[in-house]
């Protein structure tokens, strides 16, 4: 049974920083993309950041240049590493990680990031 585990996130004030980590395991297929999505209170889920097997990494933009995702495929693992926080950034983040050829997609629990101004 594939899980992916999240963990960090809680409460930061604006300007703050906040780590999320997240292991995937239960699967002997690889990696090929994990990284994070969020959703805040009434909006749609959006990509904030991910990162492909070959090491390349996309962002969004309202997070680009203050967020930095890294953790290596092979290790099913991932971090999100989240400076200068806006209260924008408050919302639940959600880990996933799409395996194999046909990139079966799994998803962690969530977490809550919370930043107050």
């Known amino acids: 049974q594939v899980q992916l585990v999240e963990s960090g996130g809680g409460l930061a004030q604006a300007g703050g920083s906040l780590t999320l980590s997240c292991a995937a395991s239960?699967?002997?297929?690889?990696?090929?993309?994990m990284g994070w999505y969020r959703q805040a209170a009434g909006k749609q889920r959006d990509l904030v950041a991910l990162k492909n097997r070959d090491g390349s990494t996309n962002y969004a933009s309202s997070v680009k240049g203050r967020f930095t995702i890294s953790g290596d495929n092979a290790d099913n693992s991932v971090s999100l590493q989240m400076n200068s926080l806006k209260p924008e950034d408050t919302a639940l983040y959600c880990c996933?990680?799409?395996?194999?050829?046909?990139?079966?997609?799994?998803w962690g629990q969530g977490i809550q990031v919370t930043v107050s101004s």
């Open positions: 996933f990680a799409d395996f194999g050829y046909y990139g079966v997609r799994y």
């Open positions: 239960g699967s002997r297929a690889a990696i090929n993309v």
